[in-house]
């Protein structure tokens, strides 16, 4: 223990006494073990309890229960191994999913930890640092759906988006996803985005949910009236029948996708 800390300069200890503070979330000088499960979700190294618990004790050398700062320290670089483990492990999975190569997958590692610490610092995206994101990247544009994007992004809806959501749905936005129905999968991305409540049709009412949603997201306040009737102007452009559905053939015929 004592070997580590003299051996890492005066700005490495500075560095780890910040990685620390950001960790020691009620500012109480040490480590609990709710903050140590804190520290992992946001390093992204997911670890059995019983494992967790074996990390733990092994840095909790004084068994006082909690992690100090020079517990801390003396472990710094098997933590760091621990995070650099899990990212190429992550990297690796997704590259083989997807046809993003590796420095583009690293490049949006870095950026989805950047965002999953604007709000909560978690080490996922909620909908609340999902649309601070897209405000961010798309400024000078439009920028609708939000919500529904973000359902799209949160496939196992659990209210949270995690690395492998973040770059399966970008994979599927940018038609980088591996293998042969590509095009297909991009189509129904993008009819999950009108299918509101997620029955396989796009509904009239669906959309009508979809547009109130994005006027709202932009300040635009509109009437039933007016919205009923965009959404029904948009449904004859797209010759759907009277009182009838947009299934996902007629929407990516008519979306040409
Ligand atoms: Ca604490
Ligand atoms: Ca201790
Ligand atoms: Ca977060
Ligand atoms: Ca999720």
Known sequence: MERSAQQASPAEIEKIKEHFRRHDSDHDGVISTQEFNVMLKR????????DEKRLFDAMDQDKSGKIE??????????????????????????????SFSVEEIQAMYANFKRIACTGKDDGLIDKHEFRQMMVESDANRNVVFYDALFRMFDRDNSGDIDFSEFVSA???????????HSPDVRAK?????????????????????????CLAANEVRINHADAQRLVETTFTLFTVPEGGRMDFNMFKTKAQM
């Open 69 to 98: 700062l020079q517990e801390f320290i003396a472990h710094y670089h098997t933590i760091l191994a621990l995070e650099k483990r899990a990212e190429e492990k992550q990297i690796e999975n997704l590259r083989q999913k997807t």
């Open 43 to 50: 390093m992204g190294v997911l670890l059995s309890p019983s």
């Open 189 to 213: 991305f993008f009819f999950g985005l009108y299918d509101a409540n997620g029955d396989g049709f796009i509904s009239q009412d669906d959309l009508y949910k979809i547009l109130v949603d």
């Open 170 to 180: 970008l994979a599927v936005y940018h038609g980088k996803t591996a293998g042969i």
